[in-house]
């Protein structure tokens, strides 16, 4: 059954309400990007893809601004999503156990249950 993010929080801060995994993944990486530059880069991949997740937007099929002239590749599953969110905090030396997402499954467009990074990471 397909899902749809309502709001995550990060490092227990207010609930950030998303319409979309694209948009989860774009406000979160930003969140963390402000405090992690230097470990990114243009042209990196998150978990080791040839298809770069990060850099300019020409070459992604679905770029999506992040801040400046910096871009995420957003044409991916919601289960990719949250791979890649897995590898960025990783990267980062984030506990995901700071992430909250809270989603609803399409079909029934209420929310499911409050879960952590850790527990959806066999999403």
């Not at 880069?41 to 020409?58: L, P, V, W």
């Not at 770029?63 to 002239?69: E, G, H, R």
């Not at 990267?91 to 952590?116: F, M």
Request: aromatic share 12%.
């Amino acid at each position: 059954p397909y899902s749809k993010p309502v709001w995550y929080s990060f490092k227990f801060g207010h609930k950030v309400i998303v319409s979309s995994w694209a948009d989860l993944y774009v406000s979160l990486f930003r969140q963390i990007y402000l405090d992690n530059k230097s470990l990114f880069s243009k042209g990196q991949s998150f978990n080791g893809g040839k298809r770069a997740d990060i850099g300019y937007q020409d070459g992604m099929v679905a770029p999506k601004l992040v801040i400046d002239d910096i871009y995420l590749e957003t044409n991916v599953s919601a289960a990719g999503i949250i791979s890649k969110i897995q590898a960025i905090c990783n990267l980062c030396h984030i506990n995901p156990n700071v992430i909250s997402i809270e989603y609803a499954k399409k079909e029934q467009n209420r929310p499911s249950t409050n879960l952590t990074q850790e527990d959806i990471k066999d999403f």
